[in-house]
């Protein structure tokens, strides 16, 4: 069985999570024929490799074209966009189970009912594009399973369409409700709601990496 750990130790976010993937060999234009099938329009992806702290790495980002229009959207829209797409049955399941738990989180702090939830920041084009495309991408590696270790969320404030909020967002405490998490004194926001969402939904354990044989790194 193939896994894929996400050793999480300066946290997660959407783009993180496809640049590792790309990292360890997800072809962008694999990626990018893949989420072309959603009709979502006002983007393109770009993929550069990087360093970080004196290590290779790969920056993957979502350059938005301000000159479309991107409506705000619901749950039920972006379910809809998923499903009359081409994505396999798997990887539609998978990512609509995502923005269902991010909308339980966001319906959770501001008290209301899911569908009424309209996803600002976190619905925006770069993070449709960030979710389906990391459900996608496990798919198109043979990913069976995945594994996480305990997330780590930073601390401080963060400005966001809501003001000055405390980190971790009040979404991303509540997705990370029950499972691990490690202090960090570290000043920022380390894991975005779009992070937690994705590993929270997917993840089949969190702690260690679980016993076995590497066969790439990203």
Known sequence: MKTAYFDCFSGASGDMIVGALLDVGLKLDDLRDGLASLQLGGYSLRAERTTRAGFAATKFDVQ???????PHRNLGDITAMIN????SDNVKKRACAVFQRL???????????????????VGAVDSIVDMVGAVLGLELLGVERVACSPMRTGTGTI???????????PATARLLVGFPVEPTDVKGELTTPTGAAILTT???????????TVSALG
Do not use: N
Not at 64 to 70: E, T
Not at 84 to 87: E, F, I, R, T, V
């Open 64 to 70: 938005i074209d301000d000159c479309h229009d991107h």
């Open 84 to 87: 009359a797409s081409d994505l």
């Open 159 to 169: 400005r966001c369409a809501h003001g000055l909020l405390p980190v971790p967002a």
């Open 103 to 121: 909308a339980e989180a966001e319906a959770g702090v501001h008290g209301s009912d899911i569908e009424s939830v309209h996803f600002h920041e």
């Open 202 to 212: 997917l993840a089949d354990s969190f702690g260690t990496m679980p016993r076995m």
